[in-house]
């Protein structure tokens, strides 16, 4: 059987601009205790690839379709893989775990097309996986194997590209002979106002469609990391990352003219995690919060708020304490209203250096 694989995206940290340089030179930070929880995912977290599958002559593929009809017979058809973290424990923040997306056709009552396109998953609305293998020996697994093969129900969240927002519903009852019969084989969706809940149905064993598998990715690996980074000479930040958060912080610096200045950056989505467990990298992707408090000499207190997006790099030189790495990199908007962030940092602005302390685990 072939093994799990995850699509690598590598990124290359870009250097700070001009505009960055000119702030941070020069500026004097003080030392700050930073509380936070532990970056641990803990021992419930699972990392889970779903997939819409083609089945053809007992072998089990990606890249196959899935069918849904709504109350007046039309008809969404989709293809579709990714991953999502499983982790029972995590509640509130499921929404920041998964990857993934597909294709989307739409059809009327009669037949006749009425849109097509792309989607992608935004997030997880629930999900829950039968334990223990659900795979069948008599199947050619060629997307993980029959041992890491689950059955269960799967929720997310999807965006597709007509810019209509829906919910995929995956459901996988498998050959396996342990999952309940409540459990339904195939999916359902809403795109907009219409609910396709009418699933496919694949009760004939050589129709190729509407068929789902979910697999356990063991070697997709952990990342995470918390500590300090010098960012320039005196310039320190503190972040904390894994794979469904990011912060860097600058709690307190003093500019060149007096100015006090404090700096918050906290994602509100995770949208791609990229683990790379060869060369030790990881790249993480979505949006955050970028805050900034300025406190002038004369007492003027100026604060800054601007969601942006951001691409997260860090790499283990697998040696602790020895030379991590941790980048942040975000666009600010230049026509934020002024005075903006754009206007500090320029964009892209990159902040990276070398952990001082702490440590990034990749593996």
Known sequence: MKQSKIEIVRFVPRCAGRAVLALLIGLAVTSFAWVAAGADDGGGATLMRWDLIHLIKGVVSSGGFDSAKAADGS????????????????????????TGGGTWTTIDGKGASTGNGSYIVTGVADSEVFPGSNGSPALTDNIGSAEDARGGLLILRVLYSDGERGVLTVSCHGPGTHVPNTVFEGITATKGIVGYVDRGQNEDPTVDANRTVFHVLHHAEHASGKGTSLLGPGIVSEFRFDQRHVECKVDHAVMKDGTVMQMSMESTSVDLVAIDSVVKTVTITGSMVSIVNLLSPDGTKVTMTETVPYTAFAKDDDT???????????TYDPNAPKPNQFGLFGSPATFTGPTLTGDVEVE
């Open 75 to 98: 008809q969404i058809t989709l293809t579709g893989s990714g991953t999502w973290i499983s982790d029972p424990d995590q509640g509130e923040h499921d929404h920041q775990r998964a």
């Open 320 to 330: 602790p304490g020895g030379a991590d790495v941790f980048s942040l990199t975000v």
